[in-house]
């Protein structure tokens, strides 16, 4: 957490980067075999690193399952390890302004939300895809597309996005929380267009009614209704011809 501050980047990414690496590795296990047939470490030492690479493991599976409402916590108190200017994710977010503002922007870009991304460019929109996943965004850029690194739920992140005259934001995050936060995030930031939003259960789908979501996208009940509607307009035309 405190290399990542030191290197330029938020707290929120030193913090997720440090949950991936928090265990040690089977090869641990190696290296100490190789330390006693050397002569090395003695035998014991075999059985302490075994417990504790099974104990880290363990847990860094939870930790990252349950990464983002860790974070919600301890953000106030993880600010000491971040720098008072990120230069690394600031030069990223700088390198983009001044691009055309577009017609639409979908946040995440995962399964979902990176089809409907693809889907809107080729339906000749003008279309922004922000995501958090580097190796995503880079994916993307390569194939020619108008894309974002960076973090939703950080209001500095996103006064930096060209969405004054934006229709429509799109948000497909895979945590019901971050859309709260983002969606308070670009009131804060002026943001006066339309909002969409993926449901995934049927508690999300009443929780976003209630909230101030003008479209909400549930992909198991709109895939069921478009199928019904192909079907119907297939056996229409049978009946027809036949």
Not at 170 to 188: A, D, F, M, R
Request: some cysteine.
């Amino acid at each position: 957490m405190a290399i990542m501050g030191f290197m330029g980047y938020r707290r929120r990414t030193g913090f997720l980067a440090g949950l991936t690496v928090a265990q040690i590795s089977e090869f641990s296990i190696i290296f100490v075999a190789m330390g006693i047939t050397l002569g090395h470490v003695g035998l014991n030492v075999l059985g302490l690193t075994t417990l504790i690479g099974l104990i880290t493991i363990t847990l860094s599976t939870y930790l990252i399952i349950y990464s983002e409402p860790l974070y919600r916590r301890l953000q106030s108190a993880l600010a000491i390890f971040e720098r008072r200017y990120p230069m690394r994710e600031m030069a990223m977010e700088q390198e983009h302004q001044g691009k055309n503002t577009p017609e639409i922007a979908v946040f995440g870009l995962g399964r979902y939300g990176g089809r409907l991304f693809r889907q809107l460019h080729a339906a000749g929109l003008d279309v922004l895809g922000v995501d958090f996943d580097p190796e995503v965004t880079l994916a993307l850029e390569r194939e020619g597309l108008q894309v974002r690194f960076g973090d939703c739920e950080d209001i500095n992140f996103l006064e930096t996005l060209p969405l004054e005259n934006t229709a429509w934001v799109v948000i497909t995050l895979p945590q019901p929380e971050s859309y709260q936060i983002l969606l308070s995030g670009l009131k804060h930031r002026g943001y006066s267009g339309r909002v969409a939003a993926l449901a995934r259960t049927e508690d999300q789908v009443g929780t976003l009614k209630a909230s101030a979501t003008d479209k909400i996208l549930y992909p198991f009940n709109d895939a069921a209704d478009f199928a019904a509607e192909e079907l119907a307009e297939l056996l229409g035309r049978q009946r027809v011809s036949g």
